[in-house]
């Protein structure tokens, strides 16, 4: 199974906006398969945010927001706020096989 | 409400099994495929399995494929995770979650929309 990578940390200031990438290969984020996205926080479930690549849950703040090049998904949060800080997750289904992926964690800290 | 929850985890000696519970309400459980994650302690997520609303297709991750089996009780709402030779690299926390699966002219998805808290698998001597 090929791996989802994401960085491990990114960092931002209350307002600005950060993106977390999320990066496959031509036979998952690349091509057929759309990318999820989850939050978490420590010792808690995680929440689903972003779904079918772009598409926001209801109750899900507009300040997150989903895109994809190429082989490269992205979440993007505007407008950083405290309560952003936790981890983020991206997902896919593997290829053409019904196998599901998890990249690594990014974790998000607000300064 | 939607709700799942978790049971039947606890500590377990190597090689011994297990049998995880995820009890489903407020939603149609027959309509909906199921999906069990893990996470060992401060890791990532990791997918284990997934079954679709009849329990006719089944998948796992390489890593428990022979050794974990996924199964659903419609008439009971419940989920279960039946875990046999564990290893100590099986110690995570263990969630239940709805999976919504499909396709689009844009792509194939499956996503995790609804997640229980999780129940502590712990395998150790």
């Known amino acids: 199974q090929s791996a989802l990578t994401q960085p491990a940390s990114v960092s931002g200031s209350p307002g600005q906006s950060i993106t977390i990438s999320c990066t496959g290969s031509s036979s998952d984020v690349g091509s057929y398969n759309l990318v999820s996205w989850y939050q978490q926080y420590p010792d808690k479930a995680p929440k689903l945010m972003i779904y079918e690549g772009t598409k926001r849950p209801s109750g899900v703040s507009n300040r997150f927001s989903g895109s994809k090049s190429g082989n490269t998904a992205s979440l993007t949060i505007s407008g950083l706020q405290a309560e952003d800080e936790a981890d983020y997750y991206c997902?896919?289904?593997?290829?053409?096989?019904?196998?599901?992926?998890f990249g690594g964690g990014t974790k998000l800290t607000v300064l | 409400e939607v709700q799942l929850v978790e049971s039947g985890g606890g500590l377990v000696q190597p090689g011994g099994s297990l049998r995880l519970s995820c009890a489903a309400s407020g939603f149609t459980f027959s309509s909906h495929w199921m999906s069990w994650v893990r996470q060992a302690p401060g890791k990532g997520l990791e997918w284990v399995a997934n079954?679709?609303?009849?329990?006719?297709?089944?998948y796992y991750v390489d890593s428990v494929k022979g050794r974990f089996t996924i199964s659903r009780d419609t008439a009971k709402n419940s989920l279960y995770l039946q875990m046999n030779s564990l290893r100590v690299d099986d110690t995570a926390v263990f969630y239940c979650?709805?999976?919504?699966?499909?396709?689009?002219?844009?792509?194939?998805?499956?996503?995790?929309?609804?997640w229980g808290k999780g129940t502590t698998v712990t395998v150790s001597s």
């Open positions: 979650a709805r999976g919504e699966v499909g396709g689009t002219l844009l792509g194939r998805y499956y996503y995790m929309d609804v």
């Open positions: 079954i679709n609303q009849a329990g006719s297709e089944k």
């Open positions: 997902s896919s289904y593997a290829g053409s096989s019904t196998d599901v992926l």
